[in-house]
C-alpha cells in the first residue's frame, strides 16, 4: 500500500530564512499531491495542491515541487515568520481517490 | 470553500460508554469523511459517509463499533460505541470540494477531542 514520509523530527528555522520541508512517498505516482496546514486543536487547512505534469506551485510565499522520479516533493516557506509555525501535512489520494496524510512535521520559527 | 462544525469540541468519557460526535457543513456535499488522529499519528480514515447509503468502513473499523449516520447532505454522525482508553483521540470530519477534474481537496471541521478514563 501507499506509504507517505515526512521527517518526524521538529524543524527550527530562524525567522526570515527559508523553510524546506520533505515528503516522500512509496509505490505508484499519486496524480496529485497535496501540503496541509495543522494548527494545535484545529483541523488541517489546505494549502496548495501540484499535479504529476506540475514541476512547481507557487502561492504567494510557499513553493511546491513534485519530482516523480524521486518520489518526493518539497515544501517551501520563504521570508519565513513566527506564524508560519504549525505542522505541514502531505497528502495524496490512492488508487481509490481517498486521501492518505502523512504524520507531518512540526515547523518552529524561531524570533 | 466549505465550512463545517463539529460538536463537542472536546468531551471526558467513562470506559464503556459511548459518544456521538456531530458534524455540519454549511453546504450540501455528496461525501463526508470521518477521520482519527491519535497522538503524534496521522490522520487515519475511519470511513466514508454517503448520503442515503450504508458508509463505507476502512480495514480496521467496523460499524458495530464506529456507527455512522447521514441522514442529509449537510450532516452526519459519528459514534464511538463501548469506548477504552485507546479510542482517546481528536475526531475529524471532512468534506471533499473540487478544485478541477478528479483532484479533491479537502476541508475539515474543527475536531472532537476525546478522552476515555
Known amino acids: 500500500s501507499q506509504k507517505i514520509e515526512q521527517n518526524s523530527e521538529a524543524l527550527n528555522i530562524q525567522e526570515g530564512k527559508t523553510a524546506t520541508l520533505t515528503c516522500n512517498y512509496t509505490n505508484y505516482s499519486p496524480a496529485y499531491l497535496q501540503w496541509y496546514r495543522q494548527d494545535p486543536g484545529r483541523g488541517p487547512v489546505f494549502l496548495l495542491l501540484i499535479r504529476e505534469n506540475e514541476k512547481e506551485k507557487r502561492k504567494e510565499r510557499l513553493k511546491v515541487t513534485f519530482d516523480t522520479t524521486l518520489k518526493q516533493s518539497l515544501f517551501h516557506i520563504t521570508a519565513s515568520q513566527p506564524a508560519d509555525s504549525a505542522t505541514y501535512l502531505c497528502?495524496?489520494?490512492?488508487?481509490?481517490?481517498?486521501?492518505?496524510f502523512g504524520k507531518g512535521t512540526r515547523l518552529h520559527i524561531l524570533p | 470553500s466549505a465550512v463545517i462544525s463539529q460538536k463537542p469540541s472536546r468531551d471526558i468519557c467513562q470506559r464503556g460508554t459511548s459518544l456521538t460526535i456531530q458534524c455540519q457543513v454549511d453546504?450540501?456535499?455528496?461525501?463526508m469523511f470521518w477521520y482519527r488522529q491519535q497522538p503524534g499519528q496521522s490522520l487515519t480514515l475511519i470511513a466514508t459517509a454517503n448520503q442515503g447509503s450504508e458508509a463505507t468502513y476502512e480495514s480496521g473499523f467496523v460499524i458495530d463499533k464506529f456507527p455512522i449516520s447521514r441522514p442529509n447532505l449537510t450532516f452526519s454522525t459519528l459514534t464511538v460505541s463501548n469506548m477504552s482508553p485507546e479510542d482517546s483521540s481528536i475526531y475529524l470530519c471532512s468534506v471533499e470540494w473540487g478544485t478541477s477534474g478528479s483532484a479533491q481537496t479537502q476541508y475539515f471541521g474543527p475536531g472532537t477531542r476525546l478522552l476515555v478514563l
Open positions: 497528502a495524496l489520494p490512492r488508487r481509490d481517490d481517498k486521501i492518505i
Open positions: 453546504s450540501q456535499v455528496t461525501m
